[in-house]
């Protein structure tokens, strides 16, 4: 009997996994919902561009580095959901994926979004030189805080990772 109920819990962690489905959906929804922003994002960019000043035209260039960023990140949650949801035995069958899908640890995938959030965090600290005249200089210190803050966590997750790899 404790061998059935073993297997019985077993089958149902296995199970929970689908849980996370809609939130991965979700971030579908989220990246669609980027795209557009992205677009409407280009084409004021390009509706403008004549009478753009070349501090502008940065600007317009750092908000879409910001959004493909951004999008960059939801693609790499949406692909470690792949992993997370579907057997990798049945992804590999069904689906063509990209060569890296499949080889991200969990330390990996850590390291990657740390990086995305900190070149995030760097693109809006960037924006905001660009427009510091009509910043509340308060809110710029607090984004380089947050920023610096962002980086001394990154490098010390890097760290702690490499630390724990090498006793191994």
């Not at 819990?9 to 959906?25: G, K, Q, T």
């Not at 693609?75 to 069958?93: F, N, P, R, W, Y």
Request: proline residues 2%.
């Amino acid at each position: 009997m404790p061998e059935a109920i073993e297997r019985l819990f077993a089958i149902l962690l296995l199970a929970s996994r689908w849980l996370m489905a809609p939130f991965y959906l979700g971030l579908i929804a989220v990246l669609a919902i980027l795209l557009v922003e992205f677009c409407r994002e280009l084409v004021l960019a390009a509706a403008g561009f004549a009478g753009m000043s070349s501090d502008a035209v940065i600007l317009a260039a750092l908000k879409l580095t910001d959004l493909v960023l951004v999008g960059n990140l939801l693609l790499i949650m949406i692909g470690a959901g792949l992993d997370t949801v579907l057997s990798q035995e049945g992804a590999k069958a069904r689906l063509r994926r990209p060569e890296w899908m499949g080889k991200v640890d969990f330390t990996a995938l850590k390291l990657k979004v740390v990086g995305s959030v900190i070149a995030i965090a760097a693109v809006d600290l960037l924006e905001n030189f660009f427009a510091i005249e009509s910043l509340d200089k308060d809110m710029v210190v607090w984004s380089i805080a947050v920023f610096l803050a962002l980086v001394v966590a990154g490098v010390m997750l890097a760290w702690m990772d490499r630390i724990g790899t090498g006793s191994h």
